[in-house]
Nanobody
């Protein structure tokens, strides 16, 4: 069972955009909530965005209006579209999955069952 971050990470200038993809395998995609998290150097890992199994979403305040999370059932993939990127968005980004009992977009880091490898996102001029 694996939720892997792939594609999308890299270096981008402030104001630019990136899209991260989290491809899942070995789990019933429709039954899981998927979250994106990030960890900046010297800081704890925090939640960024979450999408429940029926597609409800939630974002941390600092990314609202800039980031969009979506899921593609055909590809068993969740995307994080990041627009208007800022230097403070620089971090290693991770995706993770948790069985969705409630249908609510809740992705507490300590409850996530499956984590993917991180991908570095650097926002710098």
């Amino acid at each position: 069972l694996r939720c892997s971050c792939r594609r999308g990470g890299g270096l981008v200038q402030p104001g630019g955009s990136l899209r991260l993809a989290c491809a899942t395998s070995g789990l019933a995609f429709d039954a899981y909530a998927i979250g994106w998290f990030r960890q900046a150097p010297g800081k704890e890992r925090v939640g960024v965005s979450c999408i429940s199994s029926p597609g409800r979403t939630n974002h941390r305040d600092s990314v609202k209006g800039r980031f969009t999370i979506s899921r593609d059932k055909r590809r068993n993939t969740v995307y994080l579209q990041m627009n208007s990127l800022k230097p403070e968005d620089t971090a290693v980004y991770y995706c993770a999955a948790v069985f969705d009992y409630s249908g609510s977009p809740d992705c507490p880091p300590n409850n996530m069952g499956y984590w993917g490898k991180g991908t570095q996102v650097t926002v710098s001029s």
